[in-house]
């Protein structure tokens, strides 16, 4: 089979149609090449996008070779600029680093896909692309840094996956690139990349290397929330209780974590769950303000009356400032109140007894639900029926008829 092959390949190269198509070639690039020879790289590269828009010419080798000299020649422009001192265009120079990279690809490819009766060609490109490629590579990732700190992030990412891709390419492979520096840029190019997608909210981009990026202990943290975020975006609820609960092990004192966690679960009534993340979360944060307001929210959910009373108290003792705490322990002392029973004998002692006692959880409820009012004035809807229940049952009619107009607006 090996010989049929290599004797249709012969008669085919002699044949006149190989000749007129090879002639019709040299003349198709003969545009390109006297663009190169007069170093107007930006014509030559013009004539090249156009026989590359035409079927015949799209895959042709020399039109790699010719791209790579045009796009060096522009790059040796800039850096001579640079070197020289003088203004030069630091985005065209990194951007023709970057398309003399995958033209270098782009040739290896193309090379490896074609019948060929010469090993020594093969061979001269496989330099050709090795040597392009070891020139190169440090400045492409240099592009991506330069990119990414510009806040170019479309841009960052084309560079940045490049560098990560290249090493894994059949040439990367073979290429003879230093490997051990790649690997050690590979872990903060990888975080670039993840937060470079999720910056342009490009979701599905965020995960591409993300195990390489959660390796970089330094921005593991700043991961972790970007990852938490396009969970979120993504509706991923199972990952994105994973990743909290991962977080908020992993770094207690980012409040971060236990706040969304602790939400999470008391939007959908686990008050059970957030009084247990809670308890974890203030082991190592004992006034974290946010896991105090968490657990006074959740006794106050769970009836647990007297438990949300002193543990709003010691929030107010932390933060005197946490303008909820006086409504849980204000709504707690009514809604104790409230759960009282009363004998059915109103004159019994025992009636008199009770009225007493729930007469003096709603005069203890009462300063908190006022203080509580002065803070959250547009809480009307917490604060006015509760003050209704508690200047009805101490019998306070100036205060009464006030907060029953307050009412009556609501109901409008």
Not at 298 to 324: G, N, R
Request: net charge positive; hydrophobic share 40%; glycine share 4%.
């Amino acid at each position: 089979m090996k010989c049929f092959r290599l004797l249709l390949l012969v008669l085919l190269l002699a044949s006149p149609l190989f000749s007129s198509l090879h002639c019709a070639a040299q003349k198709a690039y003969k545009p390109v090449r006297t663009a190169l020879k007069a170093k107007n790289y930006k014509e030559a590269l013009n004539q090249i996008k156009k026989l590359r828009e035409d079927s015949v010419h799209r895959h042709d080798l020399p039109l790699c070779l010719f791209s790579i000299e045009a796009n060096k020649g522009l790059n040796d422009a800039e850096n001579t600029k640079l070197y020289l001192k003088t203004p030069y265009d630091t985005v065209a120079f990194f951007s023709t680093t970057l398309e003399i990279i995958r033209e270098a690809i782009l040739l290896d490819s193309l090379d490896r896909d074609t019948l060929t009766t010469k090993p020594e060609k093969r061979n001269r490109y496989t330099k050709k692309v090795c040597d392009v490629l070891n020139y190169y590579v440090p400045n492409l990732n240099a592009g991506g840094r330069f990119h990414y700190r510009k806040g170019n992030y479309k841009e960052a990412m084309q560079f940045l996956r490049l560098c990560l891709d290249l090493p894994q390419t059949p040439i990367g492979l073979k290429g003879g690139l230093n490997k051990s520096v790649l690997a050690q840029q590979a872990r903060q190019n990888s975080q670039l990349y993840l937060t470079a997608a999720f910056a342009l909210k490009n979701y599905s981009e965020v995960h591409r290397y993300e195990d390489l990026a959660l390796e970089d202990t330094t921005s593991r943290l700043t991961i972790l929330e970007d990852l938490v975020l396009t969970a979120e975006a993504e509706q991923d609820t199972l990952i994105y209780r994973t990743l909290l609960a991962e977080g908020m092990a992993e770094y207690p004192s980012h409040t971060i974590f236990f706040t969304r966690l602790a939400d999470y679960h008391q939007k959908r009534g686990n008050h059970g769950k957030v009084l247990q993340i809670a308890a974890e979360h203030l082991k190592s944060n004992p006034n974290d303000v946010f896991a105090l307001t968490a657990r006074s929210q959740a006794f106050f959910h769970t009836q647990a009356l007297d438990s949300c009373i002193a543990a709003a108290k010691t929030l107010i003792e932390t933060d005197s400032a946490a303008v909820d705490a006086y409504y849980y322990i204000g709504a707690s002392y009514a809604g104790k109140a409230m759960l009282l029973k009363l004998p059915e004998n109103v004159n019994s002692s025992a009636y008199r007894k009770a009225i007493k006692q729930r007469n003096e959880l709603y005069t203890q409820s009462r300063p908190w639900l006022e203080n509580y009012r002065k803070l959250a004035p547009e809480q009307k809807k917490r604060w006015a029926p509760l003050l209704y229940k508690v200047y009805w049952a101490l019998n306070l009619g100036k205060q009464f008829a006030e907060i029953e107009k307050v009412l009556s607006t609501l109901k409008n």
